[in-house]
């Protein structure tokens, strides 16, 4: 994982639980946090995903709601560091539509070695589409909370429901979105 990633997590974590809460859990990371992370550098998976299960124990929530809650605060930040031509749109379809490319063509251009989640999108209807995710990682939650967190910032609502293990693939899960506004895509 990215350490872009990880320090987006340290700001979400000071900025829902505070800073001790933080601290707290990278002292007791098995990992060496001492030093910060690097938003270039790559850090194993494991290390974010021990960092997450000491907060979530500390804040005494589940694993899927502090993924869905990331994912909702990221998507306002992550648009900010987005070239125009994927945010400066009235509607999230626009972006989701463009999505495995941001991941595959620009995500990699900064970052060579990243190994970004797959994105499918279809549109379904007027008011319908289809994002199907495709990643090891299974952050399936946080994907959900992306959503979320656009539903807000282009002020679109989006509802979700969400069909795991897509076509029999335990890292794949179909997002059946329905927005409030048609969009012309």
Not at 6 to 30: K, P, Q, R
Not at 35 to 42: Q, Y
Not at 98 to 127: C, I, R, S, W
Request: glycine share 6%; net charge negative.
């Amino acid at each position: 994982m990215k350490g872009h990633i990880f320090m987006l997590l340290e700001d979400f974590i000071s900025e829902v639980a505070g800073d001790e809460v933080l601290y707290e859990a990278l002292e007791e990371c098995s990992f060496d946090s001492s030093k910060g992370f690097v938003r270039t550098e790559n850090y194993p998976d494991e290390q974010l995903v021990e960092l997450v299960n000491i907060v979530v124990g500390k804040m005494g929530i589940s694993i899927s709601e502090a993924h869905f809650s990331f994912g909702q605060w990221l998507y306002p930040k992550l648009s900010n560091l987005l070239p125009s031509q994927f945010t400066q749109y009235p509607h999230p379809a626009h972006v989701l539509k463009q999505l495995d490319d941001l991941h595959h063509v620009e995500l990699k251009k900064l970052y060579p070695d990243a190994q970004p989640p797959a994105f499918q999108y279809n549109v379904t209807g007027p008011y319908t589409a289809q994002l199907i995710y495709t990643s090891p990682r299974r952050l399936f939650d946080l994907v959900k909370g992306v959503l979320a967190g656009m539903s807000s910032y282009y002020a679109v609502n989006i509802e979700v429901e969400v069909q795991h293990n897509w076509q029999g693939n335990n890292n794949c899960a179909n997002f059946l979105l329905k927005y409030s506004e048609s969009c012309d895509l």
